[in-house]
């Protein structure tokens, strides 16, 4: 069952299915993060901050390229950042935009989060202080794994 709002098939609302409000390290690492964004192109800046099972917190902002398919999401960033430093999930995630209502993850995002915590709480939120919150497996249902991951995590198809 899709716990995250929706006003249309894909577009989430200002709606709080989780009743969250941002936690405030992790907004405020989201809004530097955002001010930190290279979008040259489409002007779209977007920041995030994740926190991991043993309390750390990793950053990323969007990343854009003249060619468009090789820029980074931010939220991506934020995973990479994470997965670099040995990070393998997370419990939490915010996304921080200018956009109304909040933007949410796009599809590319929702699938590498939920590679990594399908149970994690994602909290988007903007400059208005709208929310959209959900659980990532809300945000994509019927999410997909492959049944082993090289780190130890026991995981299967979905």
């Not at 926190?51 to 902002?61: E, K, L, N, P, Y």
């Amino acid at each position: 069952m899709n716990n995250a709002a929706v006003t249309s098939t894909d577009q989430p609302q200002s709606g709080n299915a989780l009743n969250l409000s941002p936690d405030p390290q992790l907004l405020e690492g989201a809004q530097a993060a955002f001010k930190q964004a290279y979008a040259p192109y489409s002007k779209f800046r977007v920041g995030a901050a994740l926190r991991t099972s043993d309390g750390r917190v990793f950053f990323g902002a969007n990343v854009e390229n003249a060619s468009y398919g090789l820029g980074r999401c931010a939220e991506q960033s934020a995973v990479q950042a994470m997965a670099t430093a040995g990070g393998r999930d997370f419990t939490d995630i915010v996304v921080y935009s200018e956009a109304s209502p909040p933007a949410s993850p796009c599809g590319a995002c929702r699938q590498v989060l939920y590679e990594f915590a399908p149970d994690a709480r994602v909290v988007c939120v903007n400059h208005h202080g709208d929310v959209v919150s959900g659980h990532v497996r809300d945000f994509l249902p019927h999410g997909f794994r492959l049944e082993q991951r090289d780190d130890g995590h026991e995981v299967g198809t979905e």
